[in-house]
């Protein structure tokens, strides 16, 4: 689809429900998701198509390149007074055995969510398969736990669009049938995923 002033908009393409986050965003955070898509609607694909691959599979294709989309999408959203959450880890040493000596651990570890705004969480993944599970199956769970966040939505491109990007970036459609089959746990939160495409 091209827009009247020529330009091709990223669009929604799928959504799935993860323990009832559709119903959850729409009931609580109407506002906030009109946010979100006007955010992921203002980006121009084609402009994104930047990347020249060095892939055998797809020697000098042009590909969208995932950081600047990524980019684009993290200036529109601290417009709109979205905020990423960053928090400090203090990671435990009490479970070493008793003879084992560790090396000191890195100091300034922390874990980071894309964007927040009134207890809602965002991520923007257009990278490997496992950041997504974590985004949805561990991080958004923390942060819940923090007190950070009640409810998250996940943005990732869905098949198509990723296959316009660089091998190893995942998609909505595996992330989704993973999803399904594994169920909801209870300490999951709902979480809307949008799949998106140029």
């Known amino acids: 689809m091209v827009g009247i002033s020529g330009r091709s908009p990223v669009i929604i393409a799928g959504q799935f429900s993860f323990k009832n986050g559709e119903e959850r965003v729409e009931k609580n955070y109407p506002t906030l998701l009109k946010e979100i898509k006007a955010v992921i609607s203002a980006v121009s694909a084609e402009k994104h198509r930047t990347k020249k691959s060095k892939e055998k599979t797809m020697l000098g294709k042009m590909l969208f390149d995932p950081t600047a989309l990524n980019e684009t999408i993290k200036t529109d959203f601290f417009a709109r007074r979205w905020k990423a959450v960053k928090v400090p880890c203090e990671y435990p040493t009490k479970y070493y055995a008793p003879d084992y000596i560790p090396k000191a651990l890195n100091r300034g570890a ?89």
């Open 110 to 198: 922390f874990r980071e969510m894309d964007f927040v705004k009134k207890k809602l969480g965002v991520e923007v993944q257009f990278g490997k398969y496992s950041f997504m599970v974590y985004n949805v199956c561990a991080k958004m769970t923390i942060f819940r736990n923090l007190g950070h966040i009640d409810t998250g939505v996940e943005v990732v491109p869905i098949k198509k669009f990723a296959d316009e990007m660089s091998t190893g970036v995942s998609y909505f459609e595996q992330f989704v049938w993973d999803l399904e089959k594994r169920g909801v746990a209870d300490i999951d939160i709902p979480v809307l995923i949008l799949g998106i495409d140029a």
